[in-house]
């Protein structure tokens, strides 16, 4: 298992920006560098779902409904990955969760809320 720890997330009116981040500090590179990361978000009352990932080698990939708007990237020497999020929607409300895919590791969730 990684030990992942998100944060970043808060309320923001429709429109706004967030970032968030994930950090893995207890991982040594060799575990967190070669396995691909991804964000999956949950709503409530929904099943958690894919938003974006990326490979080792920063090939990404989104879901539909972020594509335009989110940017996932990953900083290898800081074991961190982002999320920008921008044009948020509230549909977009849900814990975001950070997944380590190869360990099948996640994080404990990050809040965000977007008013309309």
């Known amino acids: 298992q990684v030990y992942l720890v998100e944060s970043g997330g808060g309320s923001v009116q429709a429109g706004g920006s967030l970032r968030l981040s994930c950090k893995a500090p207890r991982a040594i590179t060799s575990v967190f560098n070669p396995s691909p990361m991804a964000w999956y978000r949950q709503a409530p009352g929904k099943q958690r779902g894919l938003v974006a990932q990326?490979?080792?080698?920063?090939?990404?990939n989104y879901a539909d409904s972020v594509k335009g708007r989110f940017t996932i990237s990953r900083d290898n020497t800081r074991k961190t990955i982002y999320l920008q999020m921008n044009s948020l929607l509230p549909e977009d409300t849900a814990v975001y969760y950070c997944?380590?895919?190869?360990?099948?590791?996640w994080g404990q969730g990050t809040q965000v809320t977007v008013q309309g």
């Open positions: 990326i490979s080792n080698d920063g090939r990404t």
């Open positions: 997944h380590h895919i190869e360990s099948m590791s």
